[in-house]
């Protein structure tokens, strides 16, 4: 019998109504806002202050990543289910996951085998609606910037050819990454050249998650950049006054989404954002509202520690003022075996013990990252049946020369079950270790000073060029005011380089900012190193053309 | 003091715990899919066939409009309180609004003054999310045909130039009307003329609305026409496996929404497709689970009942298997002023007996309609300020002439209790009246003799002209095998002809098909007798501008 589909275990799991899960975590069943009657919303009322303080914050981070993903999520819900087993009040918080990808390759996931969140069909469908909200928001301030455009009395000037907002969909769709709007005429708009990114890419997505409240939320959207009149000055959102129907747009996707783990353990999905022209993790709101419940909050951050962990640390712990307590990067023998030149699925997928060797040096970087940010990190190695005794006794070997504990995670195939030791030590590490994160660099510090401190410290690069269209863009940036804003790094996640082919642990190379774009709205800048997609598109066989749904409304194909 | 705004009136109204109202009808708390405390989705289980055929259905219909409309909402939303109010166990059933005219000149409303539907801010926004919904799955498809462009290995051979399937967006955003896609190099599609619609365009709009269940659902999304392949094939959404997915999209929207009005009556709101190239009424399933629920269920037709009712009756009552019991044809003075010749608003808002009686043609045309269907109207004058005593009086006798009661409507300041009159005689007429709808034309007549039918008896033109390019349509139509659908016209809503200029009751003319649609998976044909609006822009002023939230969430601009 073969191992079931992530679907199919989903779908045969007991589900408990939404309303234990609250009560568990002492939220009144009539404070909830039910989604059905296993999603619910949580009213920003259980925001405690005094509460965020006390709990603790166990960050999920990662190695560089194989194609495939090392499967933070899955460790991370494994981790929730297994610090409740060990008697622990613990609580997930993680990205809701996007539409598009769902009809393209992926089918849907909300982790995987024994280790996800359920409902996984309402999840990896509309869910609660948030990513529709965010789309409208995105596309009301889009379809006020042309109104403007069309406009005699009331135009801002606005030059067609230097607006930068972008409309979204959540659809892999690359029909829509290049078109061109507005023509047919004088009545429908003035023509210039548009595109559609996915919805995770909007700003509105990335505002979402770094606002405080509403009053916070509003000032980030005014803020977003447009574009430039044709006599040079800048233009945004609040010159249109686009920023106060944008959040009645988003007056319930403010607030977090209260799902279950497969044990019945809580867990709150809010907001998706991209991991690489933003930050990658979910909202500020909802990770604060995880502290303000329960004891332990476990909660991830895109890609790999380099990345995600890297971001989630300078950005969203500023804006939001939190530290984690614990630090988890999550490791496969796999991934160790590609970073050793193993670096066909083929080979990775095989014991290997001397790639495991030689890739070792990807984690061990890491590491040494992490004790940089004032962290001691623990390593979850994520369990694969293809992993030798040799191999994981190697790498647990590897860590303890270096002071650090390296544990199996067994979350796919075991659940909580098989993360008692690691949540024991996430206990431990959380209470004892003196994890206190302190910033590589102050946003005040000059932009060329945060992203080499970055590419040095993080990358482990001996310096960074720019662009000559990357310099110009920097004096912009300057004159616009923006260069004390947080650095969102835009490269590749394959390597600690910029450069995905530069696997283990590269030396010897700089890194290369090809050209900037800033977020002045969510605040911070985007040093663009490679090229980034904004829209993905459908493969030759795409996901959708098998999935069915019966007369009872039942589902297959998703996974 | 004024008269307080619809969002003040409903900001201020005690509203129930939507379980209140779900169990008055019935609905065991824990059968309903909630969507926050006053919203909530009615599972599909709760439709029984013996009950629908005993409740007794009531469809309000109108004149020909003014402009500003003539409150069918109102009226209905009113009678339904008023019907509570002496007694009787009733439940509107309406279209969902659609969010684009929200930020352009309407604000938002789904009803108005003290006959509303809340709650109205949710009501106006997302809801429970189906209008999202039936975007995606409209936009799935189109992205699986661009994708099949791009496909070398499972190409259908599809002529891009001949695609009629569009991609939609609810929001008014002009500058979407025209667009081209799929430029910017050979990874980003094949370019090609496209454009957005707004969604209650969406011809999957139109089949969720007419769809019985899941099974009917897929099969008429199968049915989608989208286009020829460069041998003159056609190509139909089945044939990129569509369906499927598409009907995964809407699985929750396929659910009736439950609400209540003001005075705490239940109402549902499900589907809103457009009223001139789409069917213009909520969907099937909604009525049914209405008359499911209740023993009278008010229910409203998109325009005037040239439009509305005969498209009700011919299309919806066709493949839903409906009878009205009850047939309302909502009048105001202010419209019968403007069809005696007051076109100007300033003319039209102020009492003028000469014009009534001049403009009373146009509603004695539909009354004769009426009856054409084997229906006996009542007629609701809904009041306004501006009525005079005689122009009502005027009314009531040359309705009285033709044995027709016609009894003034007073919701809009007066709720429910200004119904009660016409509560009872709705109730009376549906106990006595001997309605039995008797369709003009059969499906199986030729489509010029369905459209010529229409044409005659319902607008009292003297016959149908054809366009050349439709006359080249109409044998395209043969040639496919669907003119033995029935047909959904498309002409202004301001005039019984297909020239808004004629007011009243219009002799001696011709009306004119320009060119024909077709909605090969909704199931109908679509003659189209004028310029058709199907993606609306943002005025000088847009709404959205002056819409504000504040800390506590609270929303302030919508109306």
Redesign the interface.
């Known amino acids: 019998m073969s191992f079931p589909t992530d679907l199919e275990i989903a779908q045969q799991a007991p589900i408990k109504h939404i309303r234990e899960i609250a009560e568990k975590i002492g939220i009144a069943r009539d404070d909830l806002?039910?989604?059905?009657?296993y999603k619910a919303?949580i009213p920003l009322s259980y925001l405690k202050e005094d509460k965020i303080k006390k709990a603790k914050l166990i960050l999920v981070t990662a190695i560089n990543p194989t194609p495939a993903g090392e499967g933070k999520t899955t460790v991370s819900v494994g981790l929730c289910d297994g610090l409740n087993k060990i008697g622990e009040n613990a609580l997930a918080v993680l990205r809701e996951p996007s539409?598009g990808p769902v009809?393209g390759i992926k089918g849907g996931a909300a982790g995987g085998g024994y280790a996800q969140v359920i409902p996984m069909?309402d999840i990896n469908?509309?869910f609660t609606?948030d990513f529709?909200?965010i789309?409208?928001a995105n596309?009301?301030l889009?379809?006020?910037i042309?109104?403007n455009?069309?406009?005699k009395?009331?135009s801002l000037g606005l030059d067609p050819r230097t607006i930068t907002w972008k409309r979204v969909?959540?659809?892999?769709?690359?029909?829509?990454?290049?078109?061109?709007?507005?023509?047919?005429?004088a009545?429908?708009?003035?023509p210039r050249e548009?595109?559609f990114n996915i919805t995770p890419a909007s700003e509105v997505m990335a505002i979402l998650c770094l606002s405080k409240?509403?009053?916070d939320l509003?000032e980030r959207l005014g803020n977003i950049f447009i574009g430039y009149t044709w006599s040079k000055k800048p233009v945004y959102a609040r010159d249109?006054?686009?920023q106060?129907?944008m959040?009645?747009?988003l007056?319930?996707a403010i607030k977090p989404n209260l799902v279950q783990t497969l044990e019945g353990n809580p867990a709150i999905l809010h907001g998706g954002p991209f991991a690489n022209i933003a930050q990658g993790t979910n909202t500020i709101i909802a990770t604060k509202m995880g502290l303000s419940l329960a004891d332990y909050v476990v909660t991830e951050a895109g890609f790999g520690a380099d990345l995600g962990a890297e971001k989630f640390l300078h950005i969203k712990c500023h804006y939001g003022d939190l530290k984690p307590d614990a630090y988890v990067i999550v490791a496969t023998v796999r991934a160790l075996r590609y970073h050793g030149g193993a670096v066909l699925k083929a080979q990775y997928d095989v014991a290997d013990l001397q790639s495991v060797q030689k890739g070792m040096a990807n984690l061990l970087k890491h590491i040494e990252n992490a004790r940089k940010l004032g962290l001691q990190p623990i390593v979850a190695i994520n369990h694969f049946a293809s992993d030798s005794q040799e191999e994981l006794q190697f790498i647990e070997e590897a860590c303890a020369a270096v002071g650090v504990r390296a544990l199996v995670a067994d979350e796919f195939t075991q659940g909580g079950e098989g993360m008692k030791d690691l949540a024991r030590e996430v206990v431990r590490c959380a209470k004892e270790c003196g994890n206190d994160f302190k910033p590589l660099y102050s946003v005040e510090d000059s932009l060329e000073h945060k992203i080499e401190t970055i590419a040095k410290e993080i990358y482990g690069a001996e310096g960074v060029n720019y662009s000559q269209k990357a310099k110009t863009q920097l004096k912009t940036i300057e004159e616009l005011g923006f260069d004390k804003l947080p650095v969102c790094m835009a490269k590749t996640q394959k390597s600690l380089s910029d450069d995905e082919k530069k696997i283990g642990r590269p030396e010897n190379f700089k890194v290369t900012v090809r050209e900037f774009e800033f977020a002045a709205g969510a605040g911070f800048i985007i040093p663009i190193l490679g090229d980034m997609m904004r829209m993905p598109?459908?493969p030759?066989?795409?996901?959708?053309?098998?999935?069915?749904?019966?007369?009872?409304?039942v589902?297959t194909?998703?996974s």
Chains 1, 2 share one sequence.
């Open positions: 806002e039910y989604y059905g009657k919303k539409l009809f069909v469908l509309h609606g529709a909200a789309e409208k596309n009301l889009s379809a006020l042309d109104n455009l069309q406009s009395s009331r969909m959540d659809m892999n769709d690359r029909a829509l990454r290049h078109i061109v709007v507005g023509i047919g005429g009545q429908s708009g003035i548009e595109g409240d509403f009053k509003k249109l006054n686009a106060g129907a959040a009645i747009l007056r319930d598109g459908l030759a066989i795409p996901a959708a053309e098998l999935m069915d749904i019966d007369d009872f409304g589902i194909g998703l």
